[in-house]
């Protein structure tokens, strides 16, 4: 384009505002951000006087310190890190076996069970009866069911699904000839294949793991198996912080101020996601892509 | 694995494949013979089928639940049947109207503040030039995106507690007294669109800008050579490139007018503002699984869900008339 038409003394003063309204909504979105990191990292007399802003002056690390050694935090880190990983396994395991049969045209019966998927997008039965099924099954309480009930994501099978179909017929067709069984043309070509779309899939299934605050409230009320979200509305939000286990301490520790181990605890259950976040970022465009393909 | 037998077995199956795709239907009526032609695939999919039927469809099967005096120790077929009993004192009760006020009242909020946020910054990020500039934009505000509702509700519990509160501090500073934002009625609605805009505004632009990568840039030049201003090709261009996607999101928010987020109201919630924050969702998990009032909390589920799929269907109807494939 023509750069020098778009110089108008109006164009300038709308560049300028844009630039600015812009780059402050991109410090919005990640002050608090820092802000939290900063503050998790300060002394009691420092967040007293506010002395600082983003970086504290003396750096202490007695908040994560604390976090690490009280076991009921480090236990629920634990769990959602179980969770997410063995979780991740689940939905795969689920979403790929199903998708598999559903993606072959010679499959019978395919047409009525993407039927059950689509409608089961439409309708659900609702929080209490799937509470009461989870109930009935007797998986209160049990990982279980913070595994099982969301282990395929319909939008995710039928995305994936139609993945497999856009493969070429003919790597499936050679591989018959060579003598693979159905099985075997899943395992050695179809999975193989598909490599960057279950490490995409994997992605986001972990992140809604380790993000997942609804299934746990439901399902899980022993405070030994809370995963970190919901250990952190108790300590951030019920401000039940020192959920005590003072007695296991070391005597000489000073207990850190209450705000940082708050903030100490929400930068814990937010590293993970920032961590992948670039590998997310480089995913999400596409999915957004393939999910406009209809299934 | 891979033996002489099974080596032979696949060879039929692709004859039998070729002839059924010659000559179509001819064995129809003998699916036993694809079952087990095709066995691998049943087992494959055996997984996945359980999960349907045991996590989402017999919950749909428990819904019966909603026109009965359901008892667990008596299990769904002893239980009393009162037929639309619980319906009717749901809508007698008063917290009916304040469920469906609060719940309209937050959705109208929604409509009017953040539907509109996602836009208008495409539009911005559609006009920056500087790729390098727009590429950092992009990827900070997508991040609130990922991070848990959990996460976001005590960011802002930190930020505006009344214990040191950092936003707290400056509102009363700002305004000359201290507000307690987080419990006080009057800002529950403002706050939950607020934190919204924060987490989704930035990710709901996707959608936008792939719409506009579309746009020609022929068009541009040539309303520039036309003499269009900025505003004007802002107006022109731009804006008629992502009206459709605009009409079928609204459409399709249309649909799920209903569906305000659970764990949001349910964090933000506290004694202080519950008369304002209640909705259909956290109304169903306090009576159904802290009261256990199991039928009648199912009952109002049901109720929602089925406003919902009427929603939902006629929305669709409704894309479907404005060229959009629909989504069902």
């Known amino acids: ?295 | 694995m891979m033996n002489g037998k099974t080596d032979w077995n696949t060879n039929t199956t692709a004859t039998a494949q070729a002839d059924m795709a010659t000559r179509p239907m001819r064995r129809e009526s003998n699916w036993k013979r694809q079952i087990k032609r095709n066995k691998w695939l049943y087992v494959l999919v055996l997984p996945g089928f359980l999960y349907f039927v045991i996590f989402k469809y017999l919950p749909m099967w428990g819904i019966v639940i909603a026109f009965q005096d359901y008892q667990p120790f008596l299990g769904i077929r002893e239980s009393n049947w009162v037929g639309l009993e619980n319906f009717t004192n749901f809508f007698s009760n008063p917290d009916f109207f304040r469920l469906l006020r609060n719940t309209l009242v937050l959705a109208l909020y929604d409509l009017i503040f953040f539907f509109p946020a996602p836009i208008i910054i495409a539009l911005l990020l559609n006009e920056i030039r500087v790729a390098f500039f727009k590429r950092t934009i992009q990827t900070l505000v997508y991040v609130p995106h990922f991070v848990s509702m959990v996460i976001i509700a005590s960011i802002t519990y930190v930020f505006l507690t009344p214990q040191g509160g950092v936003l707290y501090d400056l509102i009363a500073w700002i305004t000359g007294k201290p507000i307690d934002v987080l419990s006080s009625p009057g800002s529950f609605r403002p706050l939950i669109i607020v934190q919204m805009m924060w987490k989704e505004m930035g990710w709901g632009t996707i959608i936008f800008l792939a719409a506009l990568a579309g746009v020609d840039t022929e068009q541009y030049e040539a309303s520039i050579v036309d003499g269009a201003g900025r505003l004007r090709r802002m107006w022109h261009i731009t804006l008629p490139a992502i009206r459709t996607t605009i009409v079928i999101l609204l459409i399709l928010r249309l649909g799920n007018f209903l569906d305000t987020g659970f764990e949001q109201i349910y964090l933000m919630t506290n004694s202080l503002n519950r008369d304002v924050a209640d909705v259909f969702d956290t109304y169903v998990y306090t009576v159904g699984i802290t009261q256990g009032a199991f039928s009648y909390s199912t009952a109002v589920g049901l109720f929602k869900s089925v406003v919902g799929i009427i929603l939902v269907l006629g929305s669709n109807k409704l894309a479907k008339k404005f060229g959009h494939p629909g989504i069902y």
Not at chain 1, 174 to 187: K, P, T, Y
Not at chain 1, 276 to 283: D, M, N, S
């Open chain 1, 1 to 295: 384009m023509n750069s020098r038409l778009y110089n108008s003394p109006a164009g300038k003063v709308f560049d300028i505002f844009n630039y600015v309204m812009l780059g402050i909504l991109g410090i919005l979105t990640v002050l608090p951000f820092l802000y939290i990191i900063g503050n998790s990292f300060a002394t009691e007399a420092e967040i007293t006087e506010r002395s600082f802003f983003l970086i504290p002056k003396v750096f202490s690390f007695s908040a994560y310190e604390y976090i690490f050694s009280s076991s009921t935090i480090f236990r629920s880190i634990g769990v959602s890190i179980f969770i997410t990983v063995a979780g991740t396994l689940v939905n795969l395991f689920f979403t790929l076996t199903m998708a598999y049969p559903l993606s072959r045209s010679d499959f019978w019966g395919r047409n009525v069970m993407m039927n059950m998927v689509i409608f089961s997008m439409l309708f659900g039965g609702g929080m209490i009866p799937t509470y009461l099924v989870i109930r009935g099954l007797g998986l209160l309480d049990s990982y279980w069911a913070l595994m099982l009930p969301g282990a395929i994501s319909a939008f995710n099978l039928i995305v994936v699904k139609n993945f497999f179909q856009q493969m070429p017929p003919g790597l499936e067709e050679a591989a018959r000839i060579d003598g693979c069984s159905d099985l075997g043309v899943l395992w050695r070509i179809v999975l193989p294949l598909s490599k960057p779309v279950i490490a995409t899939f994997a992605l986001f299934y972990a992140v809604g793991h380790w993000n997942n605050f609804f299934s746990a409230l439901l399902y899980i009320s022993d405070s030994d198996k809370w995963p970190l979200q919901v250990m952190l509305r108790q300590i951030v939000l019920l401000s039940q912080a020192s959920v005590g286990d003072m007695a296991n301490m070391d005597p000489n520790f000073v207990q850190p101020p209450e705000q940082s181990i708050k903030m100490a605890v929400i930068v814990v259950g937010t590293i993970p996601i920032l961590l992948v976040y670039p590998f997310l970022q480089k995913h999400f465009a596409k999915g957004v892509m393939l999910g406009s393909i209809k299934g």
